[in-house]
Each structure stands twice: as C-alpha cells, then as structure tokens.
C-alpha cells in the first residue's frame, strides 16, 4: 500500500474512535466485534451500516461520509481500499482488520527522533505542517522544551521524550528549539525559497505578492 492510501485510511479509522487513553487502547486490541470494547460514536453510526451478510455497498458508505468535510472527497478511495478484494463491497470484517492495523500502529513504541519524525508525517503529511500548526502556531520560529514535548505526546508519540529531545538538541539543554531541529530538511527548502523571493525584491513579502499577481 502507498504511503499516502495508507495515512488516508488511517485518518478515517481515527475519525471513527474516540482518543484512546492507556486503558481504551488495550479495550480496542480486545475487541472482537464492531460493537464491543465500549466504543460509541462514528464507530458504531458505521458499523450499523453493515447487512446482516457483513457488507455495505458503496452508497451506503457514501451516504456515511457525507458530512465530513475532510473525508467525503476521498470517499472513492477509501472504499476501494477497504475493498481490498475488489469485490464491490466493504465487509465488517475488512474494516475491523484495519482498525487494528491501526490500534497496533498507535501502541507501537517510539525509540528514537526518527520514529517522532515518522509519527509526525504519518499524521501530517510533512514537518513543516506540523511545526506551524502545533508546535509554532503564533509564527515565532521557536518552540520551548516543555511546549514541544507535551505537543508532542498529545500527538500519540510513545518514546522517551527526554532522551528524544536530546537526540535532537544535542543536549538536554532548556533553550528553545526550531524548525531546523525538527526538520532540517524542511528548513533549508524554505530558506531556499525565501532567498528566491528575495531576489528581485525588497523584501520576502514583496516577492510573495509579486509572484501572485503573476
């Protein structure tokens, strides 16, 4: 399966559960059934959709995604996906394997930057993303120790958090990290893309409204 099916279908799955404490986690990886595991919500508004056969077509599915916004455009894929026997339809069956594909998934323990990273792009398509929507909201270019490691457990990462901001860091230093820590990668791509900004303008802002009004 491609990178990108796969965090799509990931994302639908956690759409349908509630965020799992410790003790919920163990509840999901037990469960049997669609039902069980004390699981209420989207979870079982879709498990209801199922016929007595264990199925449901494609415009049950449809009907079901409706209203999220996110999620209904990508409804054809899903259901291919989930249709993994290419048979027409969707089986209870399919959908619980996912669902603990995807429990396994967020119970795995993280060990190292690496597996943050991974975690985070698995979440969020890329780093950047991630950097300017949750760990640097108000656009400062900096990220405080306490900040970034309480974002970062409340996004699912399981590994030791000390030893993984020092892995980053260098050192447990307290000073601030930024973008570059966090993705290198990513931050000389935007730096890159700002010195070309820059080029033939003032300033990174100008250059910005020049190349929309091309």
């Excluded at 209870?92 to 985070?120: A, G």
């Amino acid at each position: 399966m491609r990178e990108d099916d796969e965090r799509l279908l990931y994302a639908f799955v956690e759409s349908l559960l509630p965020h799992p404490n410790g003790s919920e986690r163990a509840a999901h990886l037990r469960s049997e059934s669609g039902a069980s595991g004390g699981v209420s919500g989207p979870w079982n508004v879709l498990w209801a959709k199922f016929g007595q056969d264990g199925t449901m077509s494609y415009h049950e599915f449809l009907l079901f995604l409706s209203t999220d916004g996110k999620l209904a455009p990508h409804a054809r894929r899903l259901f291919d996906l989930l249709d993994d026997k290419r048979t027409g339809v969707i089986t209870s069956r399919s959908l619980l394997e996912v669902r603990r594909q995807f429990e396994r998934m967020r119970l795995s323990k993280h060990n190292s930057l690496y597996d943050l990273r991974k975690h985070l792009c698995h979440r969020f398509g890329h780093l950047v993303k991630v950097w300017r929507t949750v760990f640097d909201p108000d656009c400062s270019g900096r990220c405080g120790r306490f900040f970034f490691l309480k974002c970062s457990k409340e996004l699912g990462y399981t590994g030791d958090l000390k030893q993984t901001w020092i892995e980053m860091m260098g050192s447990n230093t307290p000073h601030p990290c930024n973008l570059g820590d966090l993705d290198p990668d990513g931050d000389a791509l935007l730096l890159r893309f700002c010195a070309a900004l820059r080029m033939n303008n003032e300033s990174v802002r100008d250059g910005w409204f020049a190349l929309m009004k091309a």
